[in-house]
């Protein structure tokens, strides 16, 4: 359900209540929306998981962390400012830099090969496959589980 800068849906996860949050804002102006929500819900930190891409990680690569700075991604660092601390689990898909002398904010928002929109629908299975283990086995699990899982690894 939209509510203001965001779409807003609870539900339940393996069991588990969760509330799930697509910012409505440019990627850049992501974190007010985060912010609200978490303080709408009374939602600790440790509980949040970002989703978002990474240019430093090869296409359809998936990383978890616990926590860490925003590596030139300007949607973690509005998070990071917005709340206030870095002390947020995250995970990465990757996407791969762009060619020499292509602008990466050209390159992540050009549109997707058919091959690359492939590849990012089989990484995103594995990344939700990767937040159920952690929200039902939690985050040592997941991470030695999914860590540097590919979307190519699957079957």
Not at 67 to 72: I, T
Not at 96 to 117: C, F
Not at 137 to 143: D, F, I, V
């Amino acid at each position: 359900m939209r509510q203001g800068d965001g779409y807003v849906a609870r539900g339940s996860i393996v069991g588990q209540d969760v509330v799930l949050v697509k910012p409505l804002e440019f990627m850049n102006e992501s974190g007010p929306v985060l912010a609200r929500v978490i303080e709408e819900f009374g939602l600790p930190l440790h509980d949040m998981i970002v989703v978002h891409d990474d240019l430093d990680l090869d296409p359809g690569r998936v990383r978890l962390k616990a926590r860490g700075g925003h590596g030139g991604h300007n949607g973690v660092l509005s998070i990071i400012q917005s709340l206030g601390t870095d002390e947020f689990p995250r995970v990465k898909i990757g996407i791969g830099r762009p060619a020499m002398g292509i602008d990466a904010a050209d390159y992540v928002l050009a549109p997707m090969s058919s091959h690359d929109r492939a590849v990012l629908a089989q990484a995103i299975e594995l990344a939700v496959s990767a937040v159920e283990c952690w929200i039902a086995e939690g985050l040592a699990a997941a991470m030695n589980r999914f860590n540097g899982s590919a979307a190519t690894d699957l079957p």
